[in-house]
């Protein structure tokens, strides 16, 4: 299992360099970047702002493309091994072992690089400022690198993050990853721009009502639609469902699920001990369900309800 941490300089820095990033949904490099090429789709993203924890998420999908890239060089080498500095003037400095040149004005020279974008949005986690850089550090497999994509010692993040007062819940990751593993590819995302005239018909159809809590609300329900990895964010119209703005956070965690066998609602035992969720388990799904809803239901439930005997009677 494979975890990295990727720093998201501030957005200026970032968009000037020629990245285009947003924390919460994709992350790019390109291959100037050691460790450009061992970023797997299924991997853990941790992103940070080299101060602090941003959040991280399970990588979806990983888009390649070419590019070119101005890079510096040492007036006096000529190598590329040359480092902008952030405090210190002169600015650059070459750190090739024979020669440690420092200089205000680099050489340029254009360099075909490949890029890489990830796509990360459907498993993300909010930990802002959760940790600091000094907490972030001892969990990489060296700590002492200066690199932009660190390897992280997964196991180590999961016990600070089991560690602290109120620990943050890794089962959206989890459950992404074993989707990913599983060659199941299909989820629901949170209310999403470009979704408005979605959310609109859905309202339309359904009228003020979230499918497993009936009447409720405008303000408090979300679309929540189809969602293909392989589509890269494409979305589907069809096979949408109102969900109360708990239920729906609670249903992409996999904590309730909808039984494809009786269209009823499945509330994990963790939920079990509130009494407002408690009473929904076994009820039925208050709006009818199309071919295009039972689709995901299925998907859903083999990724958060998985077992060898459930997948005999689906498939
Ligand atoms: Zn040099």
């Keep these: ?159 600070a993050l089991a560690n602290i007062s109120e620990p943050i819940s890794l089962n959206i990751i989890d459950a992404t990853q074993k989707a990913i593993e599983g060659g199941h590819t299909i989820t629901t995302v949170r209310t999403r721009r470009g979704q408005g005239s979605f959310r609109k018909r859905l309202l339309k159809h359904f009228g003020e009502k979230c499918a497993f809590a009936g009447p409720t609300p405008p303000q408090a329900l979300d679309a929540a639609h189809l969602y293909s990895y392989a589509a890269n964010g494409e979305h589907h119209t069809s096979g949408g469902l109102l969900l109360r703005r708990d239920l729906h956070k609670l249903f992409d965690l996999g904590l309730i699920a909808v039984n494809p066998k009786n269209k009823k609602l499945d509330i994990s035992e963790e939920l079990m001990s509130y009494p407002d969720y408690k009473k929904l388990h076994g009820s039925w799904v208050t709006v009818p369900v199309t071919p295009e809803h039972m689709k995901w239901i299925v998907e859903h439930w083999k990724m958060h309800r998985d077992t060898e005997h459930d997948n005999a009677i689906l498939t």
Aim: hydrophobic share 30%; charged share 30%.
């Design 1 to 159: 299992m494979t975890a990295w941490l990727m720093l998201a300089k501030e957005a200026s820095k970032r968009v000037s360099e020629g990245y285009d990033d947003h924390p919460s949904t994709h992350y790019s490099w390109d291959s100037t970047v050691p460790n450009h090429g061992n970023v797997q789709v299924g991997d853990v993203i941790v992103l940070w702002d080299s101060k602090k924890l941003l959040g991280l998420s399970t990588i979806e999908a990983i888009s390649q493309g070419e590019s070119t890239k101005q890079t510096p060089y040492c007036p006096k080498c000529e190598k590329a091994d040359v480092a902008e500095r952030k405090k210190l003037l002169p600015r650059f400095k070459c750190w090739n072992k024979t020669c440690r040149y420092t200089f205000d004005n680099a050489h340029w020279k254009t360099k075909e690089v490949k890029t890489y974008r990830s796509q990360h949005e459907s498993a993300w986690i909010s930990a802002d400022g959760l940790f600091s850089a000094d907490e972030l550090r001892p969990l990489c497999v060296k700590p002492k690198s200066q690199n932009s994509l660190r390897e992280l010692d997964w196991e180590k993040v999961r016990q």
